[in-house]
């Protein structure tokens, strides 16, 4: 479905009043909602469809996902949970998984960003470059 200009623009401006210091408020967000559901302006349903967009996305962005094939040491944690938060800046939301089938290293995902220094990617590269 192609959006019009005008609803990407409503839509980016809605985006921008439901977040505080940078952040996405969750309560701004189902308020702007349910305004635009109660009132129907003209291209409601547009403006909704880009504005759900934009805010997963956003929350895509502030959650990352750190995989290893151990359990990690608490120390280790509150680095990489520094060390993130020092990219990405404040409010990353982190989780930490085992992933057995990585053999060794780690694999971390923020949003599109993907940074992977498993064993398991190096033996795979490893094989195709025969």
């Known amino acids: ?10 839509a980016r401006q809605l ?3 439901c977040q505080v210091n940078g952040l996405l408020d969750e ?4 308020t702007t909602v349910t305004l635009l559901a109660e009132k129907k302006p003209r291209g409601y349903l547009e403006v909704l469809s880009r504005l759900h967009r934009l805010v997963k996305l956003s ?8 995989e290893s094939a151990a359990p990690l040491a608490a120390g280790i944690q509150s680095e990489l949970r520094g060390r993130l938060n020092g ?4 409010g990353l939301d ?4 085992e992933n ?12 599109s960003d993907l ?16």
């Open 1 to 10: 479905m192609k959006i019009s200009k005008q609803a990407q623009r409503d």
């Open 87 to 90: 990219i990405y800046g404040a």
């Open 27 to 30: 309560n701004r967000v189902r």
């Open 15 to 17: 985006f921008r009043s």
């Open 59 to 66: 929350v895509e962005q502030h959650a990352a996902l750190v």
């Open 115 to 130: 940074y992977d220094g498993s064993v398991k990617t190096r033996l795979e590269k490893l094989e195709q470059s025969f």
């Open 94 to 97: 982190i989780a930490f998984r």
């Open 100 to 111: 057995p089938a990585l053999i060794g290293g780690l694999r971390i995902r923020v949003g």
